[in-house]
C-alpha cells in the first residue's frame, strides 16, 4: 500500500517575521515527519509527530511574509519536488500564473523560487484571507505540471488611518444622556492582531464610546453622550479619537472632533430598519434606483428635517453609490461581481440640530454571464514530424471563466476533420494529442481552433488557434513540369543567352524539396554538350554558351536531370529539345551574271527584238530559309526604263517596247536583288545590254564602260553635293529673273523694231547627261521670241521617259555643249533668252527630284 509523508516546518521569532511552509508527499513512506523549527535567543525547539495519509497528486505549500525583499528565498523547490537540477533544465522548467501578476520567479541553475517583485499583501488580497499565490511548475520532455500555493502572511506595516483629519458636530444642549452619534471608522488595511483593534476618546468627560460588531466583521463607533451639556457654560468641546491596532510594534491613527452646542434640538431621528438589505445585477446602468431608507424625527420644523449621508470612508463605496435626502441610494458607478460580490452601508441620518442615527444597508451584487471563458496557452509545439506516435502531446492550456455558477462551467473542443483530440487533464486544464497518422504531403500545416463556451444564457465562447507545422521526410523524387521541352533560339545569339527554363517541383519540404538541376553528359555531333548549353543548378535556366549558326546546326536535343536535397537524395530527369531558328543574316549571292573587276560583259540585243524579247536572266540565291531566302527582282537603274524590265521572281530581263533604231547602243541596267527577310538584306547586279545587230558596233561604244565603278562608288557624294548645289542655283535665278525682267522691261523698245525671231533649240534628252543619276522624268524647253512679244513663252514638251534613272560619267560633257551653244544667241537680245533657258533646264528637274 502507498502512502505519503508530509514535512512541515515554520522559521519565524517572537516579532512574527518571516516563516515558510513547505508541504511535499513520497510515496512507500509509512511514517510522516512533521519539524517545527522555532529560533528565538539563539534557542531551538524540535517536534517530531507521526502523521501518515491515503496517496495524492503531488504539490507544494510555501508561507512567506509580505514586503520581502527582491530575490529573498522562498523555497528549494527542486528538492521539494524530488526533482534534480539536470531535470529543471533539459525540461525548461517555468512558473505559469494564467492572467496573473507573477511576483516569484523560478532560477533553474540552483532549483529556488526567489521573490521577484515585492509583496504587498493589502494590495494583493485586501481583506481577503488567507491570501495565497497560485501558481503551476510546467516541464517539457515529457510535459508535466505541479501545483504550487505560496500563502502571503500579513505584518504590520500600516496605520490606521482616518479619512477626515477633523470632524464638526452640532448639538443641541437639550440632547439627552444616552444620545449616539455615529463616528467616522478608520481604516487599517491589516488583518487579524495587526489590524484596528481599539478606539479611545480623549477627553472623556461629557461623551464615551461604544464599538458595535457589525456582520461584515468591522465595529461601528459611536459617541455616546453620558453628562447633560450646557451650552451657557461650555459653547465649545475638542476631543481626540483614537483608533490603535494590535501589532508591534503598536501603531495608531487620530482624528479631531469639534462639538458645538445649540439649543433646542432633543429628539434624534430613527431609522425603520436597523439593516436594509437590497440587491442589484452586476454592470446596471449608472443612475439605477437600489433602495429606499427612511429615518423620522419627532421634532417639528427645521429640528425634524432629516438629512442621509454615506458614513462608508471607503473610496470605492462613496464613487460607486449616494443617497438624495429622499433616502433614495442610487448607483453611480460601475459595479462588477467578479470584484466584489456584496457592498455593506453605514447609513446616517442627520437633523438640523445635529441629532442622528445610523442603519446598515448590505447590497448582494447578482452575477450575470458577462465574462467569456479565458484560454491560456501554456505550452505548445510548433511543428511535429509526419511519423509522429499517437497520443503525442501537441499543447498544454487552461481554461478560466470568472463567473459563477453555472456561468463560470466551461466546455472546450476543437475543429473536426483533423487527427487531433483535446483531452481534460485536470481541473480547468487540457491538453491536444495526435489521435490518426500524419501525413506532411496531405497537409503540410493544420490549424487547431480551441472553443470554449460556457454554461450560461446565452453562452458566452472563446476560441483560440494553434498553428501547426508537420516536418517532412524525405519520399517524394522532382517532378518536371513537362514530359519533355522544347525550346526556341535565333541564330547569332549572344553567349551567356537565357534560352529557357525547365521547372520540377518537389512535393517534400524545406532541404527535402530544395531541387538542384544537372546538365546530363552528353555529345552533339561529337562535342560535349557542355560547350553548347548550361544549367543554372539553381534556378533550372538554361543558357546558350556559343553562338549558334543556324547554317551548321538546325537542333538539338539533351537531358537535364532534377535532384532533391534529401538523404539520400532522389532524381528525375527529362529531354530537352533547342531548335536554332533562322535570322536573315546572309545577302543574296549572285551566280549570273558574273561580276569581274577587269573584263566587261554584255548582252548582245537585237534591234530588230520584239516585245518581251528575253535578253538575260540575273540568277541568286540566299543560303538564309524560309521567307529570309525568298528573293525579289527589281530594276533599280537603267539607262533607258522603257525599254527594259526585271521579272519580279523570276530575276528575267526583258524588253517591254519595240528596240528601235534610236535607242542608244550601249545600255546599263541595275539590279537589285532583295529577299524577304525583317530587315531585308539585298545584293546589286550591273547588266550591260548592247543593242546592236554585229559585233564590232558594239565594241565602238562600250570603251569608257570601265569609268562606271568609280562613278558609282562616288553617287552618294555626288548627289549629296549635287542638291546643295541647286539650292543654291535655285536661290540665283530667282534673282536672276527678277533682274531680267527689269532689264527686259527697259529693252522692250528695241526688241520690237528686230526683224528675226530667235528661235533656240536643244537636242532631245540632252538633259539626260547632267549626271544626277536620280531624275525621275526628262522635259525638253523650247524658247521662242517675236517682234511683237515682249514675254517669254516657256512650252513643255512630252516626257522623254517616265522612268529613267542616268548614271553617266559623261555628263560633264553634255555642260561643256550646253556652254558653246550659246553662240547661236550672240545677238544683241540673246543673254536675256539664254539665261531664262538655263536657269528653268538646271533647277525645274531638281526641284521635281526634291518632290
Not at 517532412?472 to 551567356?496: H, K, L, M, W
Not at 561643256?816 to 551653244?821: F, L, P
Request: net charge negative; glycine share 6%.
Amino acid at each position: 500500500m502507498y502512502q505519503t509523508g508530509v514535512l512541515f516546518y515554520q522559521v519565524g521569532n517572537h516579532h512574527n517575521l518571516p516563516f515558510r511552509f513547505l508541504i511535499f508527499r513520497r510515496r512507500n513512506c509509512n511514517i510522516g515527519s512533521t519539524v517545527w523549527i522555532r529560533t528565538m535567543k539563539r534557542q531551538v525547539l524540535w517536534l517530531l509527530s507521526v502523521v501518515c495519509f491515503g496517496f495524492v497528486n503531488g504539490q507544494v505549500s510555501y508561507s512567506i511574509p509580505e514586503e520581502m525583499s527582491k530575490g529573498s528565498l522562498v523555497g528549494n523547490i527542486g528538492v521539494d519536488l524530488g526533482l534534480d537540477i539536470k531535470r529543471l533544465k533539459a525540461g525548461k522548467a517555468r512558473i505559469y500564473t494564467g492572467d496573473s501578476a507573477q511576483y516569484i520567479e523560478l532560477n533553474r541553475e540552483r532549483g529556488v523560487l526567489l521573490i521577484k517583485d515585492k509583496i504587498d499583501r493589502e494590495a494583493l488580497c485586501r481583506q481577503t484571507t488567507p491570501c495565497a499565490l497560485h501558481f503551476q511548475i510546467t516541464l517539457e520532455n515529457p510535459l508535466e505540471l505541479f501545483p504550487v500555493t505560496v500563502e502571503i502572511t500579513d505584518i504590520n506595516d500600516n496605520a490606521p488611518i482616518f479619512q477626515k483629519e477633523e470632524r464638526t458636530f452640532e448639538i443641541s444642549e437639550s440632547a439627552v444622556v444616552g444620545s449616539k452619534f455615529m463616528l467616522e471608522k478608520a481604516i487599517d488595511p491589516d488583518i487579524g492582531l495587526n489590524g484596528l483593534q481599539r478606539y479611545t476618546l480623549r477627553p472623556s468627560d461629557h461623551f464615551i464610546l461604544k464599538l458595535h460588531s457589525q456582520s461584515d466583521g468591522n465595529k461601528k463607533v459611536e459617541m455616546i453622550l453620558q453628562k447633560p451639556l450646557d451650552r451657557e457654560k461650555q459653547e465649545r468641546m475638542s476631543l481626540v479619537l483614537t483608533a490603535e491596532d494590535g501589532g508591534e510594534p503598536q501603531m495608531t491613527g487620530t482624528m479631531q472632533i469639534h462639538v458645538n452646542l445649540l439649543d433646542a434640538n432633543d429628539n434624534a431621528p430613527v431609522f425603520s430598519k436597523t439593516v436594509y438589505k437590497a440587491s442589484i445585477t452586476e454592470n446596471s446602468a449608472a443612475g439605477s434606483l437600489i433602495t429606499k431608507v427612511s429615518a423620522s424625527d419627532v421634532d417639528k420644523g427645521s429640528n425634524g428635517e432629516v438629512i442621509y449621508v454615506i458614513g462608508n470612508t471607503a473610496d470605492t463605496v462613496s464613487k460607486l453609490f449616494h443617497i438624495n435626502n429622499e433616502g433614495d441610494v442610487i448607483l453611480d458607478g460601475s459595479i462588477d461581481y467578479e470584484k466584489e460580490k456584496n457592498y455593506h452601508i453605514d447609513i446616517e441620518a442627520i437633523d438640523q440640530g445635529g441629532l442622528s442615527d445610523s442603519s446598515k444597508l448590505i447590497i448582494d451584487v447578482i452575477d450575470v454571464n458577462d465574462n467569456n471563458p479565458v484560454i491560456n496557452m501554456i505550452s505548445a509545439s510548433g511543428s511535429v514530424p509526419e511519423d509522429s506516435s499517437h497520443k503525442t502531446v501537441i499543447a498544454l492550456m487552461s481554461v478560466n471563466d470568472p463567473d459563477s455558477d453555472i456561468n463560470g462551467k466551461v466546455h472546450c473542443f476543437i475543429n473536426e476533420n483533423i487527427p487531433f483530440e483535446i483531452k481534460i487533464t485536470s481541473n480547468n486544464f487540457y491538453s491536444i494529442v495526435t489521435d490518426s497518422d500524419l501525413d506532411r504531403e496531405r497537409n503540410s500545416e493544420y490549424n487547431i481552433t480551441v472553443t470554449c463556451s460556457d454554461e450560461g444564457v446565452p453562452s458566452l465562447s472563446s476560441s483560440v488557434t494553434l498553428t501547426l507545422q508537420i516536418s517532412d521526410v524525405n519520399d517524394n523524387p522532382p517532378v518536371f513540369e513537362r514530359s519533355s521541352y522544347e525550346a526556341y533560339i535565333v541564330e547569332n545569339n549572344t553567349p551567356g543567352l537565357s534560352i529557357f527554363t525547365v521547372k520540377a517541383t518537389d512535393s517534400d519540404w524545406n532541404q527535402n524539396a530544395r531541387v538542384s538541376y544537372i546538365l546530363e553528359d552528353s555529345s552533339v555531333n561529337g562535342v560535349p554538350v557542355s560547350s553548347y548549353v548550361s544549367v543554372s543548378a539553381d534556378s533550372g535556366v538554361i543558357h546558350a554558351v556559343r553562338s549558334f549558326d543556324y547554317e551548321q546546326i538546325k537542333d538539338f536535343q539533351f537531358r537535364v536531370k532534377a535532384q532533391d536535397g534529401g538523404s539520400p537524395p532522389l532524381s528525375s530527369n527529362v529531354t530537352v529539345k533547342i531548335m536554332i531558328q533562322d535570322q536573315n543574316d546572309n545577302v543574296p549571292q549572285v551566280l549570273y551574271p558574273v561580276q569581274t573587276g577587269g573584263s566587261l560583259v554584255a548582252e548582245m540585243v537585237p534591234r530588230s527584238a520584239d516585245v518581251g524579247y528575253l535578253v538575260t536572266k540575273v540568277v541568286a540565291v540566299d543560303v538564309d530559309s524560309g521567307q529570309n531566302a525568298w528573293l525579289s527582282y527589281k530594276l533599280q537603274k537603267a539607262t533607258d526604263r522603257a525599254l527594259f524590265e526585271v521579272g519580279l521572281q523570276n530575276g528575267e530581263v526583258r524588253t517591254i517596247r519595240q528596240v528601235t533604231d534610236k535607242d542608244a547602243v550601249k545600255q546599263r541596267l541595275t539590279v537589285i536583288v532583295e529577299d524577304n527577310g525583317q530587315p531585308s538584306r539585298s545584293a546589286t547586279v550591273i547588266v550591260n545590254v548592247a543593242v546592236a545587230d554585229s559585233f564590232p558596233e558594239v565594241l565602238s561604244e562600250f570603251t569608257d564602260f570601265t569609268h562606271d565603278k568609280e562613278y558609282n562608288d562616288n553617287l552618294t557624294f555626288y548627289l549629296v553635293l549635287a542638291l546643295a548645289v541647286v539650292s543654291f542655283l535655285f536661290i540665283t535665278c530667282v534673282v536672276v529673273i527678277i533682274s531680267v525682267k527689269i532689264y527686259r522691261w527697259r529693252q522692250s523698245r528695241i526688241l520690237y523694231h528686230s526683224n528675226l525671231p530667235v528661235i533656240p533649240y536643244y537636242p532631245p534628252r540632252y538633259s539626260d547627261t547632267l549626271g544626277t543619276g536620280t531624275l525621275p522624268h526628262v522635259y525638253n524647253y523650247e524658247v521662242c521670241r517675236t517682234t511683237d512679244s515682249r514675254k517669254s513663252d516657256c512650252k513643255f514638251g512630252r516626257a522623254g521617259s517616265q522612268n529613267v534613272l542616268i548614271m553617266d560619267p559623261s555628263s560633264t560633257g553634255t555642260m561643256q555643249r550646253i556652254q558653246s551653244e550659246k553662240s547661236i544667241l550672240d545677238e544683241p537680245d540673246s543673254p536675256l533668252e539664254v539665261s531664262i533657258t538655263m536657269c528653268t533646264f538646271i533647277t525645274l528637274p531638281f526641284l521635281c527630284m526634291s518632290f
